[in-house]
């Protein structure tokens, strides 16, 4: 069983940045590639950044790229978001999440395990 448990959300102004961690249970940690999504009030989850099983390869979906930065520590079973640039279109849920694949995927049916999620807010 793996457990995957968010913090690091909260409440900013437009401009500021946040940290987001996600801290993972289980040995096989390190084999799989992680991901971050996040959900609007009213819209559908949508992925935001995901992260090889090394760290070597990322993805990032346009909305975020050059403002946000995924990457991971295996040693600790961590993975993080470094959130810069902050928009209020950022304003969303967060959830962090475990890929079935040692290669990130963007589409979520790849990933298997999810968080609880976060709430970031972003005023303006």
């Known amino acids: 069983q793996v457990h995957l448990v968010e913090s690091g959300g909260g409440l900013v102004q437009a401009g500021g940045s946040l940290r987001l961690s996600c801290a993972a249970s289980?040995?096989?940690?390190?084999?799989?590639?992680m991901g971050w999504f996040r959900q609007a009030p009213g819209k559908e989850r949508d992925i935001v950044a995901a992260?090889?099983?090394?760290?070597?390869?990322?993805y990032y979906a346009d909305s975020v790229k050059g403002r946000f930065t995924i990457s991971r520590d295996n040693a600790k079973n961590m993975v993080y978001l470094q959130m810069n640039s902050l928009k209020p279109e950022d304003t969303a849920v967060y959830y962090c999440?475990?890929?079935?694949?040692?290669?990130?995927?963007?589409?979520?049916?790849?990933?298997?395990?999810w968080g609880q999620g976060t709430q970031v807010t972003v005023s303006s």
């Open positions: 999440a475990r890929s079935q694949r040692s290669m990130w995927s963007q589409y979520q049916f790849e990933y298997d395990y």
């Open positions: 289980g040995r096989t940690f390190s084999s799989y590639a």
């Open positions: 992260i090889s099983w090394s760290g070597d390869s990322k």
